[in-house]
């Protein structure tokens, strides 16, 4: 075969990847606990994700838990123009987590997203936010220990396990920064298949 058969093919093959790359949003709101959120953004990008970052409720430099500012992608208005997403991730962080419990435009996606039988993610508190647009009632979940018992509390009929990463169905849920990497290799392993999480983490010095 010529070598600019090979060249084409090569780009053929390029363009079908980024065709076919899984789409991810990620809310970021003012108290969002950055490390859950840079991780989960890193390694889903490092796993093939196309990943958008949306700001709650603007798309202004969001100050995080612990000082860091980061600037989104899109304000939410824009990303609900650009769905369906594979799957929305929701970082913890207290302040966050209210912040996405409290917006409308959240409830909506997450809530459009469930029907759609499309992958949902929130990791610390962020399932505090699931619960106020109730989501995922009936479902096994896990979350920041601090918040088990709001969580509980109500008819949502939550399972609670004390497990580093709950899936449940479209569900993924998890407890706090230590096992943000845990928590976004998932979703790679879900969306991309458990080679592409083994080979993310591999590269990163990290067992899957």
């Known amino acids: 075969m010529s070598q600019s058969c090979n060249l084409f093919l090569e780009k053929v093959k390029q363009f079908s990847q980024c065709v076919m790359a899984p789409k991810a ?8 606990e950055e490390m859950e959120f840079v991780i989960s953004a890193d390694v889903l990008a490092r796993g093939g994700v196309e990943v958008t970052i949306t700001g709650v409720p603007e798309c202004t430099l969001v100050k995080c838990s612990r000082g860091v500012r980061i600037q989104p992608d899109v304000c939410i208005a824009d990303a609900a123009k650009r769905v369906p997403f594979d799957v929305i991730v929701l970082p913890g962080g207290l302040g966050g987590s209210k912040a996405m419990a409290q917006s409308k435009e ?17 990791i610390c508190a962020a399932p505090l936010a699931l619960k106020a647009h109730g989501i995922a009632r009936g479902k096994n979940l896990t979350s920041y220990p601090s918040v088990k018992n709001e969580l509980l509390d109500g008819d949502h009929g939550y399972q609670y396990k004390e497990e580093k990463v709950v899936i449940d169905g479209t569900i993924i849920t998890s407890r706090g920064p230590g096992t943000a990497f845990d928590f976004a290799l998932a979703i790679v392993e879900k969306l991309q298949g458990k080679e ?3 080979e993310v983490a591999k590269g990163m010095l990290l067992s899957c």
């Open 196 to 198: 592409k999480a083994q």
């Open 106 to 122: 959240v409830g909506e996606l997450l809530k459009e997203q469930e029907a759609s039988g499309r992958h949902i993610a929130a």
């Open 25 to 32: 949003l990620i809310f970021l709101a003012s108290g969002a």
